[in-house]
C-alpha cells in the first residue's frame, strides 16, 4: 500500500508558476511509477504527466508539453510537476498517482495508488 499526499496547489495569474509536490509513504521501498492528472469542472480526468522510476522516462500531454516539468527524489519518496507559464484552462484539481513496476505508464487506468488532489486555480 503506498499513501500519497499532494501539497502547492493554490491561486495565481495566467504566466505565474507553481510547483506541485507529492509525497509518498508506506510500500516505497518498491520500484513504483508516479503521474499527474487533473480534473476540471465538468470533465474527465485526464493525464499531464508521467514518470518512471528511474526518472529516465517522462511522458507528457501535448497541452502541456513545454511549459510543464514533471520529476521525482526517489530518497526523499517525492514527485514534483512544475507548472510554468500557467493558463486558465489549467484550472482543475491535480492528483498525484502511482503504481508498483519500472515501466512509464500513460493510461489513468494503469495506476492504482492516488492522492486526494489539490485545487490549481489561474486567472485570467
Known amino acids: 500500500q503506498v499513501t500519497l499526499v499532494e501539497s502547492g496547489g493554490g491561486l495565481v495569474q495566467a504566466g505565474e508558476s507553481l510547483r506541485l509536490s507529492c509525497a509518498a509513504s508506506?510500500?516505497?521501498?518498491?520500484?513504483?511509477?508516479m503521474g499527474w492528472f487533473r480534473q476540471a469542472p465538468g470533465k474527465e480526468r485526464e493525464v499531464v504527466a508521467t514518470?518512471?522510476?528511474?526518472?529516465?522516462?517522462?511522458y507528457y500531454a501535448d497541452s502541456v508539453k513545454g511549459r510543464f516539468t514533471i520529476s521525482r527524489d526517489n530518497a526523499k519518496n517525492t514527485g514534483y510537476l512544475q507548472m510554468n507559464s500557467l493558463k486558465p484552462e489549467d484550472t482543475a484539481v491535480y492528483y498525484c498517482?502511482?503504481?508498483?513496476?519500472?515501466?512509464?505508464?500513460?493510461?489513468?487506468?494503469?495506476?492504482?495508488?492516488w492522492g486526494q488532489g489539490t485545487q490549481v486555480t489561474v486567472s485570467s
Open positions: 498517482a502511482a503504481r508498483e513496476g519500472r515501466g512509464t505508464y500513460a493510461a489513468m487506468s494503469a495506476y492504482n495508488y
Open positions: 508506506g510500500r516505497t521501498s518498491s520500484s513504483y511509477a
Open positions: 514518470i518512471n522510476w528511474s526518472a529516465e522516462g517522462t
